[in-house]
């Protein structure tokens, strides 16, 4: 009895332990509402509010963990600005829905069916079109919600579209080129100055981004002078970067130490950060997409902070990974992981940033490719892929960047399709594909 009795509480605590997953999002949207659909693994408890000075709507998710991997729905033409999340409290997770203007919202779970997943939905109605539906045509007609949550037009054409939507605009790719004025940084055995070097790969790097379709470069130092570390971070975030990246060239005492580097900063250093900016929120600027610590309570303002800190970090570790990737193809690694340390240039809770070291220029031999023209556009090359490779795979709403798909083992077209919420027809018309045959390796585009 006693071992039977161990056995059901053993059942009982495996099965209360085991947290919900979301498997996937979908939207659709007219002119005044946008459905979010939120595809779960199980049925959950939720919670959601608003905040306002920025606008955003929250919904905390009861007993589900952070998901590994998760691709998020085009939000152009919606109220939604971008969509963040991460772990609250204990089996909390929290969505955050950064909204480009007020809506109201309501929500409802719907249960598991014989075709569909368990479901949070989430509606969203534009105020200012709301209010002149309601003067237009006052009466309206309620009717249960189907299974599967699904927009309709609106009834009324004659509502005009209050608001026109913003066209897309470019990635801003800041690039840091490290050291300058008095501060010269390494020198070579053959005086080679770190400065000089790092400031003419930085150029080559901005030319190539500048080429690309869809992305905008800016240096936050073109020419010998000295910046500090923090108004490095400063300007960036004046010039609305969407990504951070310092180059430098490492030195060491062994003339033998060769091979480039690339770090994200690392979890003490994003928590030191963490600790600087919440004991000083009133002089804290504000995070990306218009958030300030300043008038935000000591819980909300940790909150907000540690989403914006984890998504930061775990993007610069993918672009990180990346980089180093092209580096690899150039000439030798120093070491073939990506590394972390507390940079303080890399402190920016908000933009995905990274340090790359191109080579050591206390090495006669790397010093001499430093110098090099062709090596330095080499260099610039394998950062560029890098930055492309990353942004085509995790497109930033609103932004004119192509996204691609890198077909995997397992991919077929129609579950490339249901990842990115395509039609097969405009997928394969996108790639001028007669078959539905891939190889590992095809590079697809994403209409």
Known sequence: MLRLLLSLLLLFFIHSSVAATIEGIRLSHNEADTRLVFDLSTHIEHAIFSLANPDRVVIDLKSTQKP??????????????????????????????????????????????????????????????????????????VSEPKAEPVIVKAATPTIAK?????????????????????????????????KDVVLAIARRLAKLVDDEPGMS????????????????????????????????????????????SVFVLSERGASSEAAKLLADKENAADLAGGISLEDKDDLLASVLLDLSQTASLEASLEVANTVLSGLKRVGNVHKKQVESAAFVVLKSPDIPSILVETAFISNPDEERKLKSSSHQNKL?????????????????????VPQQHIVNSGDTLSTIAQRYQVSLNELKASNS?????LKVGDVLMIP
Request: aromatic share 6%.
């Open 68 to 141: 590994q991997e998760l691709t998020l729905p085009t939000l152009s033409d919606s109220p939604i600005q971008t969509i963040r999340y991460g772990i609250w409290q204990k089996n909390t997770l929290r969505v955050v829905l950064d909204l480009k203007k007020p809506v109201q919202f309501t929500s409802q779970t719907l249960s598991a069916n014989t075709t569909m997943p368990s479901r949070l939905v989430i509606d969203l109605h534009d105020s200012a079109i709301k209010k002149v539906a309601d003067v237009i045509s006052p009466e309206k007609t």
């Open 162 to 194: 209050i608001t026109t939507p913003n066209p897309a605009r470019n990635i801003v790719i800041a690039i840091d080129a490290g050291h300058g004025g008095q501060d010269s940084g390494a020198v070579g055995r053959h005086g080679t100055r770190e």
């Open 380 to 400: 610039a090359q394998a950062m560029l892929s890098g930055i492309r490779h990353y942004f085509q795979r995790n497109p930033l709403p609103g932004t004119k």
């Open 217 to 260: 470069a800016y240096l936050t130092r073109d020419r010998d002078v000295f910046l500090s570390l923090r108004q490095r971070i400063k300007r960036a975030r004046q010039n609305n970067a969407d990504m951070f990246i310092s180059i430098h060239a490492d030195a060491f005492h062994n003339q033998n130490a060769r091979g480039a």
């Open 433 to 437: 594909l007669k078959t539905s045959q």
